[in-house]
């Protein structure tokens, strides 16, 4: 593709994308095909022949887009948002534009410094403390995903823990992570890659009604094992759980890990760019004093297309120990000079792609103001549609709901029934959600947070919702 047909066909692009966005509430919410649908209407052979961009854009709107659930729907209320935004696209294809590879500095300065720079941003801007700056011990870098943040973060707390030796020997002894029933399984999957396997998972009790981690049951846990010779290499603390969105006492918590030396993580992927709001800060109560590293997704709430996940550790060097080797082919100057960073030694792969770039458009577009402005309209959403739940008597809501994400159910319904009107709700495609089990009972999660939602969609699904369950 010459630049000429590249500027003529990326128009076409740019163009189908507008339009898609401008016209997506068209679309049933959730993909409406069965298994093999899309393959089915796919080619079994690549083409031997090169085809007109023409045709890949006409098959986009005849074979992919019925396969589509529309994450930017403003009526997706599933899982968790995924926002996309216009700064973020546009980023995202000056970075494919580029086509850098940043593993080290020295393989494109820009995109490493970039990174610094946006990392330190977003630190100011959730307020996370100086120990987290790139200026100090610490630093940031952006990975794909929190599961990949917490690898690293089990990664060099096991280092820490075992004062290298785990890099040198492997795992040699006992070595434990203490986790929550609601801490998201990435970080039992990091334990296990880690080679700790599921043996070395302790589940620590959460309190039956807020679901939080209960301190009192981590210092038990803790102290027998270290009474049997077990290592405690980090604990993981959530802001903001996957299915309810609790936040696990963060400074009750890091007191018992400083008491044992334990690496505490904190895990606030969806719900830590909240703190932009200095009305949420207090989400982060106690991250300051205690946290060893700490993640968050942009790629969740904040307006930054997937994938955008940042990790911060306040000391830089185990991780850098755990996960640095030098092969010849990477020695460069700059490097040795010890005045740089290359953040391929903070992440599991070597190679990376030029991801502040979107961060970078999306902060510059938006600015704090605008972000706090997109989180706050989620939550008073949220707030608004608690309210209509809590006023019907057939339904129940549960109380706590400091985010973009309430949860709700049909207070006389099975699980079988409450799940049952998911499906219908969902089947219909005017609007996507998802569920989750608390203390064995099934709960239907609303997660509010795409940019495009309004009050009108909250208040046009919350009615869906009714009439699908049947009027009083
Ligand atoms: N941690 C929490 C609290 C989450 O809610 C999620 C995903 O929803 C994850 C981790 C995993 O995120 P990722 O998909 O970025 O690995």
């Known amino acids: 593709m010459t630049p000429e047909e590249f500027r003529r066909h990326g128009r076409q692009v740019v163009d189908w994308i507008a339009d898609y966005l401008s016209t997506i509430e068209k679309h049933p919410v959730r993909a409406q095909v069965v298994p093999g649908q899309v393959r089915a209407m796919l080619p079994v052979h690549p083409p031997e022949h090169g085809e007109p961009y023409e045709t890949v854009l006409a098959d986009l709107d005849r074979v992919i887009l019925p396969g589509i659930t529309h994450w930017q729907h403003p009526d997706f209320f599933a899982y968790f948002p995924a926002n996309a935004s216009g700064p973020a696209i546009l980023g995202d294809l000056l970075s494919a534009g580029l086509g850098v590879q940043g593993m080290v500095w020295a393989t494109s300065p820009a995109c490493t410094e970039l990174e610094t720079v946006v990392v330190d941003w977003l630190a100011e801007l959730l307020g996370l403390p100086e120990r987290f700056r790139t200026d100090s011990a610490g630093g940031g870098v952006i990975q794909d995903s929190a599961s990949s943040a917490a690898l690293v973060a089990v990664l060099a707390a096991l280092h820490r823990a075992s ?240 985010f973009g994400l309430v949860c709700f159910r049909p207070a006389r319904a099975s699980d079988e029934e409450t799940l049952a009107l998911m499906e219908r709700v969902n089947a219909s495609g005017a609007l996507y959600l998802s569920h989750t089990k608390v203390n064995g009972q099934v709960l239907l999660r609303m997660a509010i947070g795409a940019p495009a939602t309004t009050a009108d969609h909250v208040t046009a699904a919350w009615h869906t919702i009714r009439a699908a369950y049947g009027e009083p």
């Open 163 to 402: 004062g290298g030796k785990v890099a040198a020997d492997g795992i040699a002894g006992r070595y434990a992570i203490y986790v929550s029933s609601q801490t998201h399984s990435a970080l039992e999957k990091a334990g296990r890659i880690a080679g700790i396997g599921a043996r070395g998972v302790r589940v620590v009790d959460v309190d039956p009604e807020t679901l939080e981690m209960d301190p009192g049951h981590l210092r038990t846990l803790l102290e027998a094992d270290l009474a049997e010779g077990v290592v405690p290499a980090l604990v993981c603390a959530t802001i903001g759980t996957t299915s309810t969105t609790a936040v696990d006492p963060v400074r009750r918590i890091g007191e018992v890990c400083r008491e044992h030396g334990v690496w505490l993580h904190v895990d606030a992927a969806y719900a830590g760019v909240a703190a932009i709001c200095p009305e949420l800060r207090w989400i982060n109560d106690g991250v300051a004093e205690y946290a060893d590293s700490y993640a968050t997704n942009p790629h969740k709430w904040l307006l930054t297309n997937f994938d955008c996940g940042l990790l911060w550790v306040a000391d830089r060097r185990p991780v850098i120990e755990a996960l640095s080797i030098l092969p010849e082919f990477l020695r460069n100057a700059a490097s040795e000079s010890g005045e740089v960073i290359d953040y391929r030694d903070w992440q599991i792969p070597l190679g990376r792609r030029f991801r502040a770039l979107k961060l970078w458009s999306v902060i510059r577009w938006y600015g704090a103001e605008g972000l706090r402005a997109h989180l706050r309209t989620g939550i008073e959403l949220a707030r608004h549609f608690a309210g209509l739940v809590a006023a019907d008597p057939d339904f129940e809501v549960r109380e706590h709901h400091p």
